[in-house]
């Protein structure tokens, strides 16, 4: 059974960081795309940041130059540094995979096959 678990939601003054981790099993971080998606009350969920087994990586316009997306093979987690938080980055964080290796369209959301059940982030002015 495929199974992604997120950590590290909080709330955080605007300009502040968040770090979200992801756990998977080892095979997973060797051999999937991931990504992390998010979701506001009221919105579609949106594609984040993705990044491919080796290391190349998207990420939504909104987000380029604050988020930072990286996969740790040696502790099987997912993470995304988020910097320079804006209030409109509150929403409910998940991560997923795809069951490929390749990400494709990365940032797509029907692309992807399996998901965590998500960390809650709350940005305040």
């Known amino acids: 059974q495929v199974q992604l678990v997120e950590s590290g939601g909080g709330s955080v003054q605007a300009g502040g960081s968040l770090t979200l981790s992801c756990a998977v099993s080892r095979y997973i971080i060797s051999n999937y795309c991931l990504g992390w998606f998010r979701q506001s009350p009221g919105k579609e969920r949106e594609g984040v940041s993705a990044?491919?087994?080796?290391?190349?990586?998207r990420y939504v316009d909104s987000v380029e130059g604050r988020f930072n997306i990286s996969r740790d093979n040696t502790k099987n987690t997912l993470y995304v540094q988020m910097n320079s938080l804006k209030t409109e980055d509150s929403a409910m964080y998940y991560c997923?995979?795809?069951?490929?290796?390749?990400?494709?369209?990365?940032?797509?959301?029907?692309?992807?096959?399996?998901w965590g059940q998500g960390t809650q982030v709350a940005v305040s002015s």
């Open positions: 990044i491919e087994v080796d290391g190349s990586s």
């Open positions: 997923a995979a795809r069951g490929t290796y390749y990400c494709g369209d990365y940032l797509a959301t029907y692309q992807y096959n399996y």
